[in-house]
């Protein structure tokens, strides 16, 4: 299943989810179908899903919007937690893996509140700014191919509204960020996507270690 925070021993991760852990039943059969798929690690984790929930509860999201959506993990994660009125637009290119995201809304019955797009996330993006305009959406999460994460921030920081929130999955790539010797292409996009971050007026700041590295960044 997904990874643990990094860096925190197994013991400790067991206890913090043992006392704050709400899954529900359905998100629980979700991640456990996901197991058995070859690229299950591409799933969020079950906490990393309640704290994005959270944020969306915080700062009384309408409108999110999202990039990867994979079986649908993050987007059930988020959609639950607007308002009944709420929309959740996801992106994604694989029509088989979406198809096991949209049983799962639609057995949540929150399925009228997510629109699937299929396509590149960058086309799709694009679209949205034309037909949505700038400022349409409160948050947006970035959890898809990682050479494209700049140009999904830079599309994502002009569909926010100001005081809106971009969270940005994989940020420390299970530390090989950090390890020089690696240099993929993911990996160097991932580093190029953080040092930017940290310069960048336009936004607060936050990185936070929770699964494989979470960056919270509030438009300003
Ligand atoms: C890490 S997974 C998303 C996990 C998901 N957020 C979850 O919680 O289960 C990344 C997804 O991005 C999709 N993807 C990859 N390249 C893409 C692109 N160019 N445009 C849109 N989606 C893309 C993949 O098909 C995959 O489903």
């Known amino acids: 299943m997904s990874v643990q925070s990094l860096g925190l ?23 456990e179908e996901t197991s058995k798929h070859p690229y299950f690690e591409m799933q969020i984790a079950p906490e990393q899903g309640q704290f ?17 959506t994979f079986t649908g993990y993050s987007a059930l994660s988020m959609a639950q937690s607007l308002p ?3 929309q959740l637009i996801t992106c994604d290119i694989n029509q088989e893996w979406t198809a096991v995201a949209r049983r799962y809304w ?9 629109q699937l797009r299929l396509g590149p996330a960058t086309e799709t993006l694009d679209s949205l700014l034309d037909s949505e305009g700038p400022g349409s959406f409160d948050l ?3 959890d898809a ?10 599309r994502s920081l002009k569909l926010l509204r100001q005081g809106g929130l971009i969270l940005i999955d994989n940020v420390l790539w299970s530390g090989r960020v950090a390890d020089p010797s690696v240099n993929t292409s993911p990996t160097n996009a991932l ?10 007026q336009r936004i607060s700041l936050s990185m936070i ?3 494989d590295g979470l960056t919270l960044a509030y438009k300003r």
Request: proline share 5%.
């Open 9 to 31: 021993p197994p013991r400790v991760q067991d206890y913090m989810l043992s006392v704050s852990l709400r899954e529900t039943p359905l998100l629980r059969r979700l991640r």
């Open 52 to 68: 994005m929930a959270l944020l969306v509860e915080l700062i009384a999201a309408r409108r999110v919007l999202e990039v990867g």
């Open 84 to 86: 009944s009125d709420g």
């Open 106 to 114: 639609d057995e949540a019955g929150v399925g009228d509140r997510i």
């Open 140 to 142: 947006a999460f970035i």
């Open 145 to 154: 191919d990682k050479e494209n994460y700049t140009a999904y921030y830079e």
């Open 191 to 200: 580093r190029e996507l953080n040092q930017a971050l940290h310069q960048d």
């Open 209 to 211: 270690p929770v699964a």
